[in-house]
Protein backbone atom coordinates (compact mmCIF):
# COMPACT_ATOMS: atom_id res chain seq x y z
CA UNK A 1 0.00 0.00 0.00
CA UNK A 2 1.12 3.32 -1.22
CA UNK A 3 -0.18 6.93 -0.09
CA UNK A 4 0.14 10.10 -1.94
CA UNK A 5 0.21 13.79 -0.76
CA UNK A 6 1.03 16.07 -3.72
CA UNK A 7 1.65 20.14 -2.56
CA UNK A 8 2.74 23.25 -3.72
CA UNK A 9 0.18 23.76 -6.55
CA UNK A 10 -1.18 27.57 -6.41
CA UNK A 11 -1.89 30.67 -8.99
CA UNK A 12 1.10 31.93 -11.04
CA UNK A 13 1.28 34.27 -14.00
CA UNK A 14 2.27 33.01 -17.65
CA UNK A 15 6.01 32.62 -17.59
CA UNK A 16 6.62 32.05 -14.38
CA UNK A 17 7.59 28.64 -12.49
CA UNK A 18 6.15 26.15 -9.74
CA UNK A 19 7.63 23.02 -8.25
CA UNK A 20 5.47 20.22 -7.14
CA UNK A 21 6.18 17.63 -4.45
CA UNK A 22 4.32 14.30 -3.81
CA UNK A 23 5.59 12.86 -0.60
CA UNK A 24 4.73 9.30 -0.50
CA UNK A 25 4.22 6.61 2.80
CA UNK A 26 5.30 2.84 2.54
CA UNK A 27 7.99 0.91 2.91
CA UNK A 28 7.40 -0.40 -1.19
CA UNK A 29 7.23 3.67 -2.98
CA UNK A 30 10.71 2.78 -4.39
CA UNK A 31 9.90 -0.09 -6.49
CA UNK A 32 7.27 2.18 -7.81
CA UNK A 33 7.23 3.78 -10.97
CA UNK A 34 6.15 7.62 -10.61
CA UNK A 35 4.03 9.62 -13.24
CA UNK A 36 2.17 13.64 -13.17
CA UNK A 37 -0.99 13.29 -14.67
CA UNK A 38 -2.92 16.26 -15.40
CA UNK A 39 -6.78 17.15 -15.60
CA UNK A 40 -8.43 20.26 -17.03
CA UNK A 41 -12.11 21.02 -16.76
CA UNK A 42 -14.12 19.14 -19.29
CA UNK A 43 -11.15 17.10 -20.37
CA UNK A 44 -9.54 13.91 -19.78
CA UNK A 45 -6.63 13.18 -17.21
CA UNK A 46 -3.30 13.01 -19.37
CA UNK A 47 -0.01 11.91 -18.46
CA UNK A 48 2.54 14.90 -18.12
CA UNK A 49 5.90 13.01 -16.79
CA UNK A 50 7.26 9.91 -15.46
CA UNK A 51 10.26 8.73 -14.28
CA UNK A 52 11.26 4.98 -13.63
CA UNK A 53 11.49 3.43 -9.39
CA UNK A 54 15.70 3.95 -9.72
CA UNK A 55 15.52 7.57 -11.72
CA UNK A 56 17.29 5.33 -14.67
CA UNK A 57 14.67 6.86 -17.04
CA UNK A 58 12.27 9.31 -17.46
CA UNK A 59 9.10 10.34 -20.05
CA UNK A 60 7.81 13.87 -21.19
CA UNK A 61 4.46 14.69 -23.28
CA UNK A 62 4.85 16.35 -26.20
CA UNK A 63 3.32 19.32 -24.70
CA UNK A 64 5.73 19.98 -21.47
CA UNK A 65 8.97 18.50 -22.33
CA UNK A 66 11.78 21.40 -22.02
CA UNK A 67 10.03 23.23 -19.75
CA UNK A 68 8.96 20.65 -16.94
CA UNK A 69 11.35 18.13 -15.16
CA UNK A 70 10.44 15.52 -12.71
CA UNK A 71 12.62 13.88 -10.50
CA UNK A 72 12.54 11.63 -7.12
CA UNK A 73 14.58 11.20 -3.93
CA UNK A 74 14.18 8.09 -2.82
CA UNK A 75 16.03 8.57 0.27
CA UNK A 76 12.93 10.99 1.06
CA UNK A 77 10.17 9.05 -0.33
CA UNK A 78 9.18 11.91 -2.49
CA UNK A 79 9.21 12.45 -6.08
CA UNK A 80 8.94 16.31 -7.72
CA UNK A 81 7.91 18.02 -11.06
CA UNK A 82 9.43 21.55 -11.55
CA UNK A 83 7.53 23.43 -13.87
CA UNK A 84 9.24 26.40 -15.93
CA UNK A 85 7.31 29.10 -18.85
CA UNK A 86 4.21 28.17 -17.58
CA UNK A 87 1.31 28.45 -20.19
CA UNK A 88 -2.23 28.96 -19.27
CA UNK A 89 -3.41 25.79 -20.76
CA UNK A 90 -1.01 23.76 -18.13
CA UNK A 91 -4.12 25.30 -16.06
CA UNK A 92 -4.82 21.66 -14.44
CA UNK A 93 -5.55 19.57 -11.31
CA UNK A 94 -2.21 17.71 -10.94
CA UNK A 95 -2.39 14.53 -9.98
CA UNK A 96 1.20 11.93 -8.53
CA UNK A 97 0.30 8.37 -9.35
CA UNK A 98 2.77 5.13 -8.61
CA UNK A 99 2.77 2.22 -10.92
CA UNK A 100 4.84 -0.70 -11.54
CA UNK A 101 5.93 -0.56 -14.90
CA UNK A 102 7.82 2.07 -16.15
CA UNK A 103 6.44 3.53 -18.90
CA UNK A 104 2.81 3.37 -19.01
CA UNK A 105 1.22 6.92 -20.26
CA UNK A 106 -2.05 5.93 -19.42
CA UNK A 107 -4.14 6.09 -16.19
CA UNK A 108 -5.17 2.35 -15.85
CA UNK A 109 -1.10 1.43 -15.62
CA UNK A 110 -0.88 3.49 -12.17
CA UNK A 111 -2.33 1.35 -9.25
CA UNK A 112 -2.33 4.33 -6.43
CA UNK A 113 -3.29 8.15 -6.54
CA UNK A 114 -2.87 11.44 -4.75
CA UNK A 115 -5.92 13.88 -4.37
CA UNK A 116 -4.14 16.27 -6.70
CA UNK A 117 -3.40 20.20 -6.48
CA UNK A 118 -4.77 22.49 -8.30
CA UNK A 119 -2.19 24.71 -10.79
CA UNK A 120 -3.90 27.96 -12.31
CA UNK A 121 -2.02 29.96 -14.66
CA UNK A 122 -3.30 33.07 -15.55
CA UNK A 123 -2.54 37.07 -15.35
Known amino acids: QVQLVESGGGLVQPGGSLSLSCAGS????????MGWFRQAPGKEREIVAA????????YYSDSVKGRFTISRDNAKNTVYLQMNSLKPEDTAIYYC????????????????WGQGTQVTVSA
Open 26 to 33: GRTFNNYA
Open 97 to 112: AAGRIFLVVTTTGYDY
Open 51 to 58: VSWNYGST
